[in-house]
Each structure stands twice: as C-alpha cells, then as structure tokens.
C-alpha cells in the first residue's frame, strides 16, 4: 500500500527568500513520485516527476525536488520565491498495481508569499 | 500535442437535479481517464478511472457514476444531486503502460449544488 503525507499544511515566505514544501512518502514497491501546482480555480499542473533516472530532479519555474530513499522523503524547493508562486502544492507516489498506476495524493500544502 | 477539456466549466444546479459532465481528450489514444472531486480546502479524491470503452472502475460508493461511450470521452453522472456534492471536479488523463504514471488535469469545473 502506498501513502504520502505532505507536513506542512501552510507554508509561509517572503518574496525572494528560498521555499521548502515538504513531503515523505510510503510504498511497497519502486514509485514514481511527483509534484503538481494548482492555482486557485484551475487545473492541476505537473511541477516536475521522479522515475528513478537521477535523485535530484529539476522542474518548471525554478522548483526542484530530492529524493531520498533512506528518509521516504521528496521535498520542494525554490532558492528564490516570486509572487506567483502563491499556489496549492500536491505530492502524489504512484504505483503498478492492476495493471495501471493508481496515484495516491497528499492533501496539499498551501504556499503563500509575502511582498 | 494533447489537450483535455472539461464542461461546463462552472455550474450552479438546485438538490435532486440531474447532472452531466464532460471531459474530452486531443491529440491522444487508448489514454487511461479520471474523475477527481476536490472539496473546498480539501485533496483531491479520486472518483473513477477507465482503463478503456466501457470500463469504469469506481473508487467510492456514492450517488454518482461515469461513462465511457468513446475512447477519449468520460462522463460523470447523477441522477438526484445532494448538496454534498458540491465541489471542484477535475478530469484527468495519462496514457498507457509505462506512461500511465503520470497524469495530465483537465481545468477542471466548479459545482454548487443549493
């Protein structure tokens, strides 16, 4: 069975000053792992994915994530926050099971920047 | 390229109305699609998922269904709306075998059931 819990619920920064929206994850098998952002009234966005290819993955708009096998953990980040960052923030772990992937999402962290 | 598309985008209908929405997918084949409700400050659950033509797994019992009549429309019904169906609904398609890991999201509509 597979799970992520995304720690923080609200996170807080200052425009310019560096983000960290944290998650860890469980899951019997090896997932792939991603972030999305949803801006208010939209769609989901897919921010950046890990397949296992390389522990650091690189995303759209400056954010980046690290994987960390031995610390369940795949956590966010940006060195620099811009005010349109201002977003809900999902981390989701997807396994093979039936055939399919069945993703298991976390219940978001919201990102909020201060001029 | 693919795009997804969904509507209505918003909609406001009375209790014990029926519903219909739509999603739409370009630019792709044979994709696996989803229905995802979204309640006010709340994750995302998922709703159903079809693997293909007239397949419609179900992930929680409720008073609504879906359909698939062609290979890139998905349809999420009910026939009597209850006010705890309000919500953001969200479509989503990804595609098929190793690429179905990642999931690719419609706009998404907004329903206010009064």
């Known amino acids: 069975a597979q799970s992520v819990t995304q720690l923080d619920s609200h996170v807080s920064v200052s425009e310019g000053t560096p983000v960290l929206l944290r998650c860890n994850y469980s899951?019997?098998?090896?997932?792939?792992l991603f972030w999305y952002v949803q801006h208010p009234n939209k769609g989901l966005q897919l921010l950046l994915k890990y397949t296992s290819a390389a522990t650091l993955v690189k995303g759209i708009n400056g954010f980046e994530a690290e994987f960390k096998k031995s610390e369940t953990s795949f956590h966010l980040t940006k060195p620099s926050a811009h005010m349109s960052d201002a977003a809900e923030y999902f981390c989701v772990v997807s396994e093979l099971g039936g055939g399919s992937y069945i993703p298991t999402f976390g219940r978001g962290t919201s990102l909020i920047v201060h001029p | 390229s693919q795009t997804i598309h969904q509507w209505p985008a918003t909609l406001v209908q009375p209790v014990g109305s029926p519903l219909s929405l739509e999603c739409t997918v370009e630019g792709t084949s044979n994709p696996n699609l989803y229905w995802y409700r979204q309640a006010a400050g709340r994750g995302l659950q998922l709703l159903f998922y079809?693997?293909?033509?007239?397949?419609i797994s179900s992930e929680v019992p409720q008073n609504l269904s879906a359909s698939r009549p062609q290979d890139r429309q998905f349809i999420l019904s009910s026939k009597k709306l209850l006010l705890s169906d309000s919500g953001f609904y969200l479509c989503?398609?990804?595609?098929?075998?190793?690429?179905?890991?990642?999931?690719?999201f419609g706009p998404g509509t907004r329903l206010t059931v009064l």
């Open positions: 989503a398609w990804s595609g098929q075998g190793t690429s179905t890991d990642t999931q690719y």
């Open positions: 079809s693997v293909g033509i007239g397949q």
């Open positions: 899951s019997s098998y090896s997932p792939s």
